[in-house]
C-alpha cells in the first residue's frame, strides 16, 4: 500500500463525517441557509489567502522545474477560479461579493489557517504538501458525493462549488488531488517513519478542520460567541 493509499485509507472516517454534517446535506437537500452560506463564502476567501501562501511555498521549496511548474500552474489556477467562484456563489446567495472579502477571520478559520501554514517553517515538501492536499481530497470526495447523489441541480446556490470540484483539473487522474498525491508518494519513500506519521497527523488534522469549518458555517461561530460563552460561564462551541 502507498503512502497515498494508507491516507486515504485512514481518512474514510472523516470523508464519512463531512458528507453526514448538517451543512452537507443541507446542500443535497436544496436547504442551504443563506447565513450559513454568506459564512462560509466569507471565511473559505480567508482560507484561500493561506492556500496562496502555501503554494508559493511549494514552488519555493521544489528542488525540480516540473514540480514548480505543477505548483505554479495550480496558483495560477487558483487565482482564477476563486474570485469568479466565489463571486458566483455570492450572486447565488443574493450577497453584496464587496462585503464579502473583507470579513474578519474567525475562530476555525484561524485554526486551520494556523495548521496549513505551521509547516513552512521546516521547508520540508512532504510536510507543507500534505495537510494543504487533504483539504482538496476531501474536497473533490465531497464534491463526488453530492454530484453522484444526482440531487444537485443549478437551482441549487451551491451548485457551482459542486461543478467545479467534478472538473478534470481537480479530479480524476488527471486531475490536481490525483497529482499531488503522486508527489507525497515519491516524497514519503524518502523519508523517516517519525516525518511520516507527522504528516499522516497532518493529513487527518486537516479532514477533521473540514469538519468543524462547515460546523463553524451551520452555527456562525464568532470570536464574539466564543468570548460571550466563555465570560458567561457556558460550555463553548467547538
Known amino acids: 500500500m502507498s503512502f497515498s493509499q494508507e491516507l486515504i485509507k485512514a481518512s474514510q472516517p472523516y470523508l464519512i463525517a463531512n458528507e453526514q454534517h448538517p451543512f452537507i446535506q443541507s446542500v443535497l437537500h436544496n436547504q442551504v441557509d443563506a447565513k450559513a ?32 511548474r505543477l505548483f505554479a500552474d495550480q496558483l495560477s489556477r487558483h487565482l482564477k477560479s476563486v474570485s469568479a467562484l466565489f463571486q458566483q456563489l455570492s450572486h447565488n446567495n443574493h450577497n453584496e461579493w464587496s462585503q464579502q472579502y473583507d470579513a474578519a477571520v474567525q475562530p ?24 494543504f492536499e487533504a483539504g482538496i481530497w476531501l474536497y473533490v470526495e465531497l464534491g463526488k458525493f453530492l454530484s453522484q447523489s444526482d440531487q444537485v441541480h443549478q437551482d441549487n446556490p451551491f451548485y457551482p462549488w459542486v461543478d467545479e470540484l467534478q472538473h478534470g483539473e481537480f479530479a480524476g487522474k488527471d486531475g490536481i488531488s490525483d497529482k499531488f498525491m503522486a508527489i507525497i508518494d515519491r516524497e514519503a519513500a524518502r523519508t523517516t517513519e517519525s516525518q511520516l506519521a507527522a504528516a499522516k497527523q497532518a493529513f487527518l488534522r486537516s479532514c477533521l478542520l473540514e469538519w468543524y469549518f462547515w460546523d463553524a458555517a451551520t452555527k456562525q461561530i464568532s470570536w464574539a460567541s466564543w468570548t460571550e460563552s466563555a465570560l458567561d460561564g457556558q460550555a463553548g462551541e467547538l
Do not use: G, M, W
Request: charged share 10%.
Open 108 to 131: 476555525i478559520t484561524f485554526l486551520y489557517r494556523q495548521h496549513i501554514l505551521a509547516p513552512l517553517s521546516s521547508a520540508n515538501l512532504l510536510a507543507i504538501l500534505t495537510p
Open 37 to 68: 452560506l454568506a459564512y462560509y463564502i466569507q471565511q473559505d476567501l480567508q482560507y484561500a489567502n493561506a492556500e496562496t501562501i502555501v503554494q508559493t511555498a511549494l514552488i519555493a521549496n521544489s528542488k525540480t522545474v516540473d514540480d514548480q
